[in-house]
Each structure stands twice: as C-alpha cells, then as structure tokens.
C-alpha cells in the first residue's frame, strides 16, 4: 500500500512543475523507503502497476535533483533486480538512460536490454551487479563540494600579480580520507565530468555533453583538507584525513587523473575543457563571480 501511495502521490508532481520543486523529495523519501522494505519480496514489487509513472518521476528527479544521485542509486539497484521493472523502463520513451546518475547509466542499459531479450530470462533476475561499481559506490575516501561559476579567476602568482581566468564552468574543493587510495581517482574525475552538475542554456547539463557540443566550460580545482571532519560535542575534529605528504601525492595525482579522462571521454572536443588546478602548499586566493551557485557535497 505504501509503494502505490507513493505511485501516485508521483502522477500530480509529473504534471505541474510547482508540486514537483516543492515535494518531490519527500515523495521520493517514501517510494524509496518502501522498495528498501520490499527488495527481498520479488512479487510484491513486480506486482505494483502503472511502474512507468515511477519511473519517470526518477528520471526527473535525477535531471533536477542530481544532488540525490546515492540514494536514487540505492533504488535503481533494487529496480535492476527485476526484468518486468527494467522491461517498463525500456519500453517507455519518455525515459531516458542519460538521465540517470552517470555512474550508473552502462549498467541500467544492459538491464534493459536483458529484460527486452527473452532468450536472457532466468527467474527475471540477474545473478549479481558490477562489483567493481559496487567496490566505487561504497568507498566514500574522496570529499568534493562542487559550485557553478559564471566566470573565476585564481591567482598564480603573487609576486607577479599572475592570474589564470575561467569562463564558464565548476569550482572543485578536493579532500581525501586516510581510505583513499588512487584506484578512485578515475571514477571521482568521470563522475565530475558526466554527472549535471555544469548549466546549458536553460537545464542542468555536464562538462561532457556542453563541451562536446561546442561550449567552452572550466574546472577550478583546488584542495581543501578541512572538508574532511566531523564534531564531537562543540570541537570540530579532522582525524580521519589523510596525512599531508600522502594527500598531496594524491592531489597531484587527481589533476592527471582528470585531465586524462576528459581526453579519454571528449576526444576532439578536449580543447573545449580549461582545467585550472591550484598548488597543493599554494596560495588559495581566488574570485568567482555566479548566477546561482549550484553547490553540492559528495562523498565519492
């Protein structure tokens, strides 16, 4: 009953953009807690009709809420356990695989295309998940907080009064944990570089798709430790960051990492993309001006 409550407190929000800014994340709340509570009861799951309507409430809740790609990821998860879920989202056009979280949109395609193949069925069911998206999903090792700017600029050099200037584009404030090791540097840089975190003309869009359309972005990179921390009573505590000399390594490793990716993902389109990294011990001086700055906080 929860689920179908869920279902169709959804119908009314797809409708009226209004309802949908103001409640889709509580109604996303219940229909995610109910598939949390009916992930090991297949039939009552598979059973729920009109699965379109949930669907497409999903695929726009990722296009305006990329902020809640985790727990949407843990739904999606539940979904691809069954092929008459997967079937619906493939027969539906109005949903789209790009929509979803960037991590995980190779994986919700081969679902589909399993479930739309009935020389591929077993009991509807897939035998397991991509562990080593599993091993990423689950590290949590890398702090990054990401703000749109309309232009920035960050200074270099001072002495020289030196400055490097971006357009458009996304400030980068990177920390690691003392788990992080370099094995999660490569899906940190592509999750920057194809989640909707960037601005096209009217919607969020990403690095990836604005620069392979001819757009000039820009990425303002810089480290900051104290991302890392918790509290205890009224002190605010960082024990669980990685020592210094061993950050670094990885800081400096991250710029390489990012600037591979972007090669690797937007091939031609690669000098569209300026990526401005700030020293590890550097001064972190810095001006950003922005029409509405977008930010959000990852663990990645």
């Known amino acids: 009953k929860r689920l179908e409550k869920a279902r169709d407190s959804m119908r009314p929000l797809l409708e009226n953009s209004c309802l949908f800014a103001n409640n889709c994340e509580t109604i996303f709340r219940e229909f995610r807690i109910s598939c949390v509570h009916l992930r090991r009861e297949r039939e009552a799951l598979d059973a729920l009709e009109g699965k379109e309507v949930a669907w497409r409430f999903l695929c726009k809740l990722c296009r305006e809420r990329p902020f809640l790609y985790d727990r949407v990821h843990e739904v999606l998860q539940i979904l691809m356990m069954s092929d008459v879920w997967m079937k619906a989202f493939a027969e539906d056009p109005e949903c789209r695989i790009e929509d979803l979280p960037p991590e995980i949109q190779s994986e919700i395609q081969r679902r589909a295309e399993q479930a739309l193949d009935p020389a591929s069925k077993t009991d509807g069911y897939p035998a397991g998940t991509d562990s080593s998206h599993q091993e990423f999903k689950a590290s949590g090792t890398i702090a990054v907080v990401v703000q749109r700017f309309v232009k920035a600029k960050l200074l270099l050099n001072e002495a020289s009064d030196s400055w490097a200037e971006l357009g458009r584009g996304l400030f980068v ?128």
Do not use: W
Not at 187 to 208: N, Q, V, Y
Not at 246 to 270: C, G, N, P, W
């Open 173 to 300: 404030a990177v920390s690691f944990t003392k788990s992080a090791t370099e094995d999660k540097l490569q899906p940190a840089a592509r999750f920057l570089l194809t989640a909707k975190l960037s601005r096209g003309s009217s919607e969020a869009e990403s690095l990836l798709s604005l620069c392979q359309r001819g757009e000039c972005q820009g990425i303002l990179l810089l480290p900051q430790a104290s991302l890392v921390s918790d509290l205890k009573d009224v002190d605010v505590r960082y024990s669980q960051q990685l020592v210094k000399s061993r950050a670094h390594v990885l800081y400096d490793a991250f710029i390489q990492t990012l600037h591979s990716t972007a090669a690797d993902l937007m091939k031609e389109a690669k000098d569209n993309l300026q990526i401005v990294a700030g020293e590890f011990d550097g001064p972190q001086v810095l001006e950003m001006s922005s029409a509405g700055p977008f930010m959000h906080s990852f663990s990645v």
